[in-house]
């Protein structure tokens, strides 16, 4: 594919995070962007106000240019569209370059000094730290982000004079051994889309592939104890991290103060950067603090800078996202959607607010991973002092007999546990009057967020 070649890119998934990336920086390049999604969002709406075309309905008739365009049109879809989607089904059978979104996110990355961040979670986080990084101190780079940087209000950052390139790193139907990167870091290998994988040693391979690919000469950053199958190649700078162990980058005199987290951060055993400061909450922030900061350190960035870049950090949407944070209210919207993500949300808010009943709503994500996770979801969720469960979304996959969220829901040990739809959710709040609640999931509970803040701040 030659970029300079294509005039028009149609997005099928467009409202897709990684996809609707991809749009935005081929819009920059001067492109026409077009795209299709299944239902209107907040990114869609959003995308449409920046020029971008948006359609809802799977007609191949309402494509915006024709056959005789093929030679100077890219078709980019994600993996969630069905095989049977009318639209890919025609412009694959008419002859037009159609690409997977980790194929075309791999051809410009891999032109790039590109930084790939990986992980079963926090890889967002620390992409969005780490970009933010790089730009406030004035090295500049470009980034894929799979969430919306508050920084930068956006999911695409776009540097043109800079050959570094942040990109997260999705291990979803292999798409991260698509990245050839200049360098890597590996957050978590913890069981996920075994869907994909069938087995946990099978992801873990995976990954362990994914960290070969970096460039030789390139820094390879590992959370301490990922248990990656394998020696890598010696010709791959590699470092650990962690926030719990003495590592090659770590953190120690942990504590809080005035409602924010502070830490001292040890470089590579031999320099210090002392009392970083981050507005986001917990450990789990901390220890992506420490990623983002170690290969930014290794990247050449200054002590001094990345301290008040980490300072002025504002967050991602949907991590550890406040929505109302007064002293008798307190409202957080989370994209946690794995057991351990779970937990380590659920750590986190109890000791930034210790003492405090926690009323949590959890939006199971996946049939699969429901049937997978069940007993992992029950734990995590039962950390909980209240617990609301939603019907699970479903996302790309179709019913799996006998899996729903009452597998998770029977499990749960706590005795103020409630199912609910998410019709009757508003209501149930509004009766219910939490003071300390957290939504969380990768489905559509966002959607539920203006409202049950809505709700919540007429309570008072």
């Known amino acids: 594919m030659y970029i300079d070649r294509i005039n028009k890119v149609y997005c099928i998934g467009i409202g897709g995070i990684g996809v609707s990336a991809l749009a935005r920086y081929f819009m920059v390049l001067g492109k026409i962007v077009s795209g299709y999604d299944l239902t209107p969002s ?15 309905t799977d ?38 370059t159609v690409m997977k979104r980790s194929q075309v996110l791999g051809l410009i990355a891999n032109q790039k000094e590109a930084i790939a961040v990986a992980g079963t979670h926090g890889k967002t986080s620390v992409s969005g730290m780490l970009s933010y990084i790089l730009e406030s101190s004035g ?87 990922l248990g990656l199958k394998g020696p890598l190649p010696e010709e791959i700078k590699t470092f650990t991290y962690s926030i719990t162990d003495e590592a090659d980058f770590y953190a120690d005199n942990i504590r809080i103060e005035e409602g924010s987290f502070h ?56 991590r550890y996202d406040f929505q109302i944070r007064k002293d008798n209210l307190i409202f957080i919207d989370d994209y946690a959607h794995h057991p351990r993500e779970i937990e380590a949300t659920v750590l986190s808010l109890k000791e930034l607010y210790p003492g405090r009943k926690l009323t949590g709503i959890f939006q199971p994500h996946l049939f699969s991973r429901t049937r997978d996770f069940a007993e992992g979801f029950a734990q995590s969720l039962s950390l909980l002092d209240c617990i609301i ?5 479903p996302a790309r996959e179709l019913p799996i007999k006998g899996v729903s969220s009452k597998i998770i829901f029977d499990q749960i040990n ?11 959710l508003p209501e149930f709040i509004a009766k219910l009057k939490p003071e300390f609640l957290v939504t969380m999931g990768a489905g559509d509970i966002d959607r539920l967020v203006p409202v049950l803040k ?3 701040l007429e309570s008072e």
């Not at 709406?45 to 809802?56: T, W």
């Not at 005789?68 to 095989?83: F, G, N, Q, S």
């Not at 873990?204 to 000469?217: C, D, L, N, Y």
Request: glycine share 6%; proline share 3%.
């Open 42 to 56: 907040t990114l869609t709406q959003s995308l449409q106000l920046e020029g971008i075309d948006v359609h809802f």
């Open 414 to 424: 706590k005795k103020e546990k409630y199912e609910c739809t998410k019709a009757e």
């Open 139 to 225: 090295m500049g780079c470009s980034a894929f982000l799979g969430g919306i940087s508050r920084n930068f209000n956006s999911n695409l950052v776009y540097h043109l004079e800079s050959q570094l390139m942040v990109v997260e790193a999705d291990e979803f139907d292999r798409s991260f051994l698509q990245l050839f990167p200049s360098h890597a870091i590996i957050t978590s290998t913890d069981a996920d889309h075994l869907d994909i994988y069938g087995k946990h040693d099978a992801l873990i391979e995976s990954f362990t592939q994914f960290a070969s690919q970096v460039q030789p000469g390139g820094f390879l950053l590992l959370k301490k104890g």
């Open 389 to 393: 469960l939603l019907d699970i979304y």
């Open 59 to 96: 007609d191949p008739a309402r494509l915006p240019f024709s056959e005789e365009e093929k030679e100077t049109t890219l078709v980019i879809y994600t993996p969630a569209v069905p095989a049977n989607h009318k639209e890919l089904g025609y412009l694959k059978e008419a002859g037009f």
């Open 454 to 456: 809505k709700i919540l």
């Open 263 to 318: 830490f001292n951060l040890h470089l590579n055993k031999n320099e210090t950067i002392e009392d970083i400061s981050l507005k986001i909450p917990g450990r789990v922030n901390m220890e992506n603090a420490t990623a983002a900061a170690a290969m930014a350190w290794l990247l050449g960035v200054g002590k001094e800078k990345i301290k008040l870049a980490l300072a002025s950090f504002e967050g991602m949407l949907r």
